[in-house]
């Protein structure tokens, strides 16, 4: 059982990841992209049981974000993975997640 507040964190995270990755696996990139939006819904939830003064700062730059993100997306160019098909498959996908993942966890795989 997870002792830490960090660990707990990580546990949720974790089961959005695993949610995500298989939506992935099935090429069902709209589900996946529902659990993303789930997850960050349920750490923002929890963060405002726990502090809500600083949730409500974070929920106002989320939205911002997410707005700006939304604004810009008719013209967005994906970064494909090496080799990926016009019509990218399963595994392209989790591909493509993964790499963004990992770059912004520190990690920049490119």
Same mark, same amino acid.
């Given at each position: 059982m997870a002792s830490s507040a960090a660990d707990r964190a990580g546990n949720r995270v974790g089961k959005g990841q695993r949610a995500i990755e298989a939506a992935l696996a099935e090429a069902n990139a709209s589900e996946a992209l529902a659990e993303a939006t789930r997850a960050l819904r349920s750490a923002w939830a929890h963060m405002a049981r726990q502090r809500p003064g600083d949730a409500a700062i974070a929920a106002a730059q989320l939205a911002g974000s997410i707005t700006a993100t939304a604004a810009k997306l008719h013209a967005h160019k994906p970064v494909r993975p090496d080799g990926c @098909?016009?019509? @990218?498959? @399963?595994?392209?996908?989790?591909?493509?997640?993964?790499?963004?993942?990992?770059?912004?966890?520190?990690?920049?795989s490119r």
């Open positions: @098909p016009q019509v @990218p498959g @399963p595994a392209d996908l989790l591909t493509a997640y993964r790499e963004v993942l990992q770059a912004a966890q520190g990690g920049d």
